[in-house]
């Protein structure tokens, strides 16, 4: 467009767009200005560094434990036979120290340990998400019977206290899926799987009605917004209003609520790990090594204190990236 | 409205005149009650909200009908009831001799190509998401009207046709104006060549000087594609400057309905009179005598339980016993013309409301 100064160009403005003007250009979604947005935000990059650190502390654990020259053994040498601990906080060959009595290395499973709280924290929360995004839609947009029924489920669920459940499903799913033997002792490997999986099916249990609730809550309004009504018109397969008509549409609550999932349920599993429901070896995990270390906070805190600064710092990061991810995509805030 | 009066369109249709009519869409006794509960009391009790209550009209190929009325009066809720975007509670919508008022969404698809929505919002009615590209060529999609390697072309035609840059097919409407968006909505609605349009308020959230030119536009592309539009408005200028045929609308009920002339040059209904009066009058600020304004007293009953008889007696200055006991019919009255119908227990011709439009061009 080519515009003269002066209040008559905007007067002209539509005429003159027909004339031509320089190349045309691709235009911005509101999900690009928004990525704009989170590409300037200061604290959203530097927690993206953060995160891509444990991010790749966890994919290269086994590099970085090689590097190191640390394993999984047994080190009864390194700890003192009377107290139980070892004589050194950190050296060259034990960087992060060792634990009491059995003289395994920390480092290794401070490694290894950011595994399950990253799996854990994405694999919770993208199911939580397919979950609760396919009820809230199913129940927002169909309505009537469909409705109530899913916001019965949605409120029965969340009137459970989560923690209590939390901490009785496990044993209970261990007998049911464990094959104990006579005296109860269910096998190393595979109590820990069934642990894993049951942590993960507790936190998506409990955490999708509120998705459902807030994915509803959004498509009630979009769907008698005005472009709804004229897909429909068109004559638009249910099916395809949905898909590409809301869904589209819902992306930015959906990132916002991943990103505030993701360190919720990562704070999470520490703590259910910590309170010996989560997970157990030879998984590992930082909340269990927190809850080995808590002991020796006094006499031999490097054990407790890495894992704990290592979930805090995580944590923190992406719930400020969480929050940069929502204001980039709320258009109010202009910041 | 300034930009209305100006000048009147050349081709009115006035197809009552003649006895060849044949209506595209046919309305009869169309009725939408919303249920509402109400808490008072010990049990709940289900209202009904009679928003459209026994509505009939019909609308010949390239005739345009404008819907006018008050707020809450259930303009909207008729032109989505038309286009099936709700369903009716009882009636019969004819539209090209099939009925289509209690069809199935599934019968309904091959009608959805011949009758379109104009929306109110521009800022509501597009998909922030998609493209303009997107949104004009999903009509094309769904109902395989081009083929895919000649969508883009299409798409482009459109924007022509309605007066935007077919260069912008990649932007987001976000990057648009009010009036632009507008545009692109018209341009939606057009890319299946329907042969009625339900306009609703298409004008109204524009600023006036966008809105001469959308209404230019309707204008310009109802001569060439001889389109039928039903017309939802409430601005009665609007409605003057691009309708042949006017239903005025009160409580969910016609009150009168006539061609253009007869509405505003010899309006019978005290409603329609009070409407026409309250209109304002541009030849005042050039000097003209101020006429005399109808002012109504109080508000517009609530639709959950309206009036008995004539639901205008309320507000009415010639309202008498009869009003209340007996419901007018919709009828051809002493003094009227053929094909104007007024519903009321006392009409009387008022023929100085409306602008005169000599004066307003002189």
Known sequence: MSLGAGTEATMVADADERAP?????EGKSPTQIALERLRKD??????????????????LAPVLVSIAGVDDQLHLDQVNPLTGLASFQSNADHPFGVKARTGEDLFYQWAYGARPSLVVGIAASALTMVVGVTMGLLAGFLGGVVDTVVSWIVDFLLSLPFLLMAIGIVPIALQRFGNPDS????EEGRESTIRFIVLICVLVLFTWPTVARLIRGEVLSLREREFVQAARSLGMPTKRVVMRELLPNLTGPMIVNLTILIPAFIAT???????GVGLKDPTYSWGQTISQGVTFFDSYPIWMWIPTISVSLLVLALSLFGDAVSDAFNPQTRR | MSTASTETSETVVHPRRDNTREPLLEVTDLVKHYPVKEYTGLFPTTNQVR?????SFDVAPGETLGLVGESGCGKTTTGRLVTRLIDPTSGSIKFDGKEIGQAKERQLRSMRRDMQLIFQDPYQSLNPRQTVNTIIGTPLEVHNLVPKNKRKDRVQELLELVGLNPEHVNRYPNEFSGGQRQRIGIARALAVEPRLIVADEPVSALDVSIQAQVMNLLEKLRKELNLAFVFV??????????????AVMYLGKIVEIGDRSDIYEAPQHPYTQALLSAAPDLNVVRGAERKERIRLEGDVPSPINPPSGCRFRTRCWKAQDVCAQEEPLLE??????QG???????PEIKDDLATSLENTSA
Request: proline residues 3%.
């Open chain 1, 42 to 59: 200061k604290v959203a990059i530097a927690c993206l560094f953060v995160i891509g650190f444990f991010v790749l502390v966890a994919i």
């Open chain 2, 340 to 346: 104007h119908q007024i519903a009321c227990h006392f």
């Open chain 1, 269 to 275: 599993e520490a703590g259910l790990s910590f309170l």
């Open chain 1, 183 to 186: 005296s109860g002792f269910i």
């Open chain 1, 21 to 25: 003007g320089p190349a045309p250009r």
């Open chain 2, 51 to 55: 928003a459209v209550d026994g509505v």
């Open chain 2, 332 to 337: 051809i009255k002493s003094g009227a013309r």
């Open chain 2, 233 to 246: 408005a409430h601005d009665l200028g609007v409605v003057r400057h691009f309708c042949d045929r006017v």
